[in-house]
């Protein structure tokens, strides 16, 4: 058993090991994106940079009872203040700015609002909304209409009330008016008792990966991903300038120079993703999770769907350059839906689906779980995935390759 | 003179050209990570906020409350099992759960008392306060629904008119009555959506589909400049630079020359991207022509000056290639290219403006998404034509032919 295939090997790590420009792209580059990435998107992930104030103006022309009631206990309460702003502005000022998107909404109560309503009348609230903001003009109309409900509820009770007992000729149209207050003090009563309660619970957020986590893991299969295609290039350079021919002439047999060059791939993939790990747990303060069996196995499992791809990549194509198009062309897409770009947890849900079928979907949604502290087990399943994912393309690959 | 430089220059694109790679790199991938990006990020601005609802009761009362609850536009409602809607609040995935108690309907009818569970995590408030206005305010509705049907029965049967048999039917009968007279409500909420003016503020962010074609034309066109630059290493290396230059050419006649290609190279590019952008992806390129023109123009000066310092600075093209790809990766991150600037804290919105890919987003976004005119134009121009001499100056001090 010769182990020339260990020398082929451990040339093409060293080789990579000293090409400097490979050492820069494959493990600086990921290391500078992560840091970038991190310190721009770390309060989109930890819920930190969450809409800003709704800014609303209310333009009170009635400035009676209830109009009070509306602004001071309801808008200008401690609980909404912290999520709405109410600036002061009249009405043209006011729209001019929701036109120019300066501004969520604007609200009008008109005059004799407070008036109207003590008399059993019914009135009208107005608001005017910015169309690019659906979510925070809605937080405005749903208030206005809750209390809406809270005042014209009472109305409808007395009025439909009223439409039964007249309808049954318990009372006389005549009688009406004389029933009427006593019916609308019913009715007031029967609102205080708010029978029907919202009891709000707060749940403790299960824990969450920073940005700096999920880039790390993001970006570090990415780049490994690229490394995986570097290694699997070289095979292609050498069948190029020739040299692998030279290698076959050799006594070392043709399996042992593929396996050799296949296992310096996958060092090579290893090392690189290894030295992300701990480059950003010491200096970026990464945690990559309590369980290192766990890490180990989608890591390996990970490098190997990566070579498995790689291969297949460099089987395909006939000359370095094309390989090297199709290489930058399948990593980023896979890089995009898979999630190393953009968080998975932002997109639809069908792209989520679809990012089973990258390897680099599977690698992020597990080291993030690890991230979480959780054990091996959840590597289990997508080291397994990636294992058979990786062993389809290598096979393949490994058949159309010609030397 | 002249001639000599252009005839450098339209070789080099022609060499270019038949390089089949290098077409689908600079075409092809930026206009398919637009057409993702803005296929994923879709409307821009906001997403519905997730709720989860969980019924207990499935009485005619709770799906009343439930689509009452549901015409709001703003919410996105899902059914689901208690476990599962608390787990998808934990994890952020719904802003607040709503749990419907067993015999809601029927405590309701009676006046008894109901309480209806909340859940939320502290992260959520802003969302889980809207939700729990609009639960509120449909909660007021039923229970006055019920109030009205519990009152005028127990009216009519003080007066003997009614039979305990039909107390129930009674009840949901008048139930319904009290709350189709919701329509019109006493107190009628009106809203109006006021048409968004043409020039927006600096509130208004991108679309995705908008910030994609924006951003990645950006990102591309200064890759392909700054790698393209390469060229120039790959002569020296290869020796044809020094043939050219024991021709009667001047250095400074090849090196215009090879400025020159880079420059029309990235103008085509650029034509090309925008177009598709605007015919295709439907961005608003077209909202300022003119401006359009001159911030790219100087954009793709400053690209092309950063693209020849670089190559006077490394030695080999390799050094070149991966050198450039950092830089431009990361001044287009930085510059808000992949993401809408505004989102980012506060000190690295100031640090963009340091970087010409800054200004390039700043002054595109303002014109593309805000409506404002050529002059948005003026001063990121102005800037990067700052940058672009810079680079060159330095540069051309360093460049050894």
Known sequence: MSFKFLRVAFKDVLLFARDRQALILLIAMPIILILILGIALGPVFSGAAEISKTQLVIVDKDRGEVSHALIDDVFKSPRLSKIIEVKNLDESQAKDLIRKGELTALLVIPSEFSSRIKSGLSSHLDVYADPNQPIRAGIVRGIVSSFANQVGGIQILVKTALGELVERRIVTPRDVPAVTPALIAVARSEAEKEFVAIREETAAASKRVNAFQYYAAGMGVMFLLFAAMAGAQSILRERESQTLARLFTTPTDKASILAGKLIGTFLISFVQFSLVIVFTSLVYQVHWGTSLPGIVMILAATVFAATGVAVFIAAISRTVATANVLQQFFVMSMALIGGSMFPILAMPDWVKTLSKVTVNGWAIATFTQLMTDSSYHVAVIPSLALLGYGLIFFVIGVWRLRF | ?401
């Not at chain 2, 050209?17 to 600079?26: A, F, H, K, T």
């Not at chain 2, 908008?210 to 290396?237: N, Y």
């Not at chain 2, 100087?298 to 093209?317: D, H």
Request: net charge positive; aromatic share 8%; charged share 20%.
């Open chain 2, 1 to 401: 003179m002249m001639r000599k430089i252009f005839t450098i220059a339209l070789y080099g694109l022609k060499q270019l050209s038949r390089e089949r790679g290098v077409i689908v790199l600079i075409l092809g991938l930026p206009l398919i990570f637009t057409f993702l990006v803005g296929f994923l990020f879709g409307g821009g601005g906001e997403n519905r906020i997730k709720v989860s609802f969980v019924d207990k009761d499935k009485s005619s009362y709770s799906r009343l409350l439930r689509s009452d609850i549901e015409n709001e536009k703003a919410l996105k409602i899902e059914s689901s099992s208690q476990s599962k809607a608390v787990l998808a609040v934990k994890e952020g995935r719904s802003a607040a759960a709503i749990v419907i108690p067993e015999d809601f309907g029927t405590h309701l009818i009676k006046g008894e008392r109901i309480e209806v569970r909340f859940l939320s995590t502290p992260q959520a408030t802003t969302y889980s306060a809207a939700v729990k206005e609009i639960l509120s305010g449909s909660l007021t509705r039923l229970s006055f629904d019920a109030s009205t049907a519990r009152l005028t029965t127990r009216e009519l049967q003080t007066r003997g008119l009614l039979a305990s048999a039909e107390l129930s039917n009674e009840q949901s009968r008048i139930f319904e009555r009290a709350d189709k007279a919701w329509k019109p409500r006493p107190i009628e909420v009106n809203y109006d959506i006021l048409k968004a003016s043409q020039v927006r503020g600096k509130q208004t962010l991108a679309s995705g589909m908008a910030q994609g074609s924006m951003g990645f034309t950006m990102l591309f066109v200064m890759m392909a400049l700054v790698i393209g630059a390469r060229g120039i290493l790959e002569e020296r290396k290869v020796g044809t630079l020094g043939r050219l230059l024991t021709t009667p050419t001047s250095k400074l006649a090849v090196l215009s020359g090879k400025i020159l290609q880079l420059f029309l190279q990235g103008v085509v590019q650029t034509t090309i991207l925008i177009l598709f952008g605007r015919f295709v992806f439907g961005v608003e390129w077209g909202n300022s022509v003119a401006g359009v023109i001159i911030l790219m123009g100087a954009f793709i000066l400053a690209s092309t000056g950063l693209g020849i310092m670089f190559s006077a600075l490394v030695r080999t093209p390799a050094q070149m290639e991966a050198l450039g790809t950092i830089t431009v990766i990361s001044m287009s991150m930085l510059g808000g290219a992949w993401w809408p600037i505004e989102i980012v804290p506060r000190y690295l919105q100031i640090a963009a403006k340091l970087i010409p890919t800054g200004w390039v987003m700043d002054g595109l976004t303002n014109m593309i998404v805000r409506g404002m005119g050529v002059q948005a134009a003026i001063l990121p121009a102005l800037v990067l034509l700052g940058f672009a001499l810079l680079f060159f100056a330095v540069g051309l001090a360093f460049l050894r032919l």
